[in-house]
C-alpha cells in the first residue's frame, strides 16, 4: 500500500462530471489513508456545466476551483498538482467514467511505480449511433489497450486521461505548456519523462468512455493535433507514427503527391467523415494527406 495519501485531480472543460465525482467522494469514506479530490474548470465556456459542477464544492473531500482564463492541457494538470497536498497524485479527466471508484482508487494505491497509467475503454453500456466516427475509432484501437501491449511501448503508449504520478516527480518534471491547443501534450509528457529516466508502468485498471464527440466535432479536433504535431515535430519524433511516415514520404520526395491528394479531395473527404457514414480507412488518409499539405504549405 502506498503511503502519504492521495490526491485525486481532474481537469475539466465543458464536461459536467458531479456524478462521476460524487461516486469518488462517497468511496473515500471507507479509505484507509488521507486523500482528496480537486477539480479544476478551465474556463468553461457552457455557463450550465459551470453552474452544475459547483455543486462539487458541497461533497465531502472535494474542492472545485474555477479558472477565468483557459491555461490548456498541460498547464491545467500543472496548476492542480501544485495545489494538491499529497504524496500520490491521480489524474482522471472529467468525461470519463468509473465503474467501481473503491476498487478503481484502491488498485492504483496497491500498484508499483512511480508512474502508473491504468488504461481505458469502451463502457459496455455506452449508447452511441453506430457511424460514430471516435466511438469506430476507439474500437477499433481496443486490442491495444490492455496493458500487456501497452507495456511494450510504456512510455510513447500513455495518455494523461488516467495516471498516477508522485507529486514530486510531477513538480520536478511538469508537463510542457507551450503544449496548449489539442493534442500529443501526453505523448510529450511520456518522452519528457523517460528522457528522465523514469519508465511508466502500466496496468489494468481502466476509465470507460461513454460520452463520444459528433464526427464533425471529432474531425475538428483531429485537425487541431496534426496542427500541434506540426509545431512541435521536433520534440515528438520518435513517438508519432504519423510523424515517421510522414518523413519517409519527405524522404522519398514525394510529398507532392499526398498534398496534391488533399487539394483535390480534401473537401470531398472531411464531406464524407463528418457524415453518417463515415470510413476509417479513409480517416486515415485524411490525416497524413492533411498534415503533409500542412507541412508543405508552410
Known amino acids: 500500500m502506498r503511503q502519504g495519501g492521495l490526491s485525486l485531480l481532474l481537469p475539466t472543460y465543458n464536461d459536467i462530471c458531479v456524478s462521476m465525482v460524487s461516486k469518488l467522494s462517497a468511496a473515500m469514506e471507507s479509505l484507509p489513508f488521507d486523500c482528496e479530490i480537486i477539480v479544476a474548470d478551465d474556463a468553461s465556456t457552457d455557463i450550465h456545466v459551470k453552474e452544475a459542477n459547483r455543486h462539487i464544492a458541497t461533497l465531502p473531500f472535494c474542492s472545485y476551483i474555477e479558472r477565468e482564463e483557459n491555461a490548456g492541457r498541460a498547464a491545467i494538470r500543472n496548476f492542480l498538482a501544485r495545489k494538491a497536498r499529497f504524496v500520490w497524485l491521480l489524474f482522471i479527466d472529467a468525461d470519463m467514467e468509473i465503474a467501481d471508484a473503491s476498487k478503481f482508487i484502491m488498485s492504483y494505491m496497491e500498484s508499483e511505480g512511480d508512474i502508473v497509467y491504468g488504461g481505458y475503454h469502451i463502457a459496455p453500456a455506452a449508447e452511441v449511433p453506430p ?136 473537401r470531398w473527404w472531411r464531406s464524407r467523415l463528418v457524415g453518417d457514414c463515415p470510413s476509417l480507412r479513409l480517416f486515415g488518409l485524411y490525416k497524413l494527406c492533411y498534415f503533409i499539405h500542412l507541412r508543405s504549405s508552410r
Open 131 to 266: 457511424c460514430n466516427l471516435r466511438l469506430r475509432y476507439e474500437l477499433s484501437r481496443e486490442g491495444t489497450h490492455s496493458a500487456a501491449m501497452r507495456r511494450r511501448h510504456p512510455n510513447a503508449d500513455f495518455h494523461t486521461s488516467n495516471f498516477l504520478i508522485s507529486r514530486a516527480i510531477m513538480l520536478a518534471h511538469p508537463l510542457n505548456e507551450r503544449f496548449h491547443q489539442y493534442g500529443f501534450e501526453d505523448v510529450a509528457y511520456g518522452k519528457s519523462l523517460l528522457q528522465a529516466g523514469y519508465t511508466i508502468s502500466h496496468e489494468d485498471i481502466p476509465t470507460e468512455f461513454t460520452k463520444f464527440e459528433s464526427n464533425r466535432v471529432f474531425i475538428e479536433k483531429t485537425e487541431t493535433s496534426l496542427h500541434t504535431l506540426l509545431d512541435f515535430k521536433d520534440e515528438l519524433r520518435g513517438v508519432s507514427r504519423l510523424e515517421a511516415v510522414s518523413a519517409r514520404i519527405s524522404k522519398l520526395h514525394a510529398d507532392f503527391l499526398f498534398s496534391g491528394l488533399y487539394r483535390l479531395l480534401g
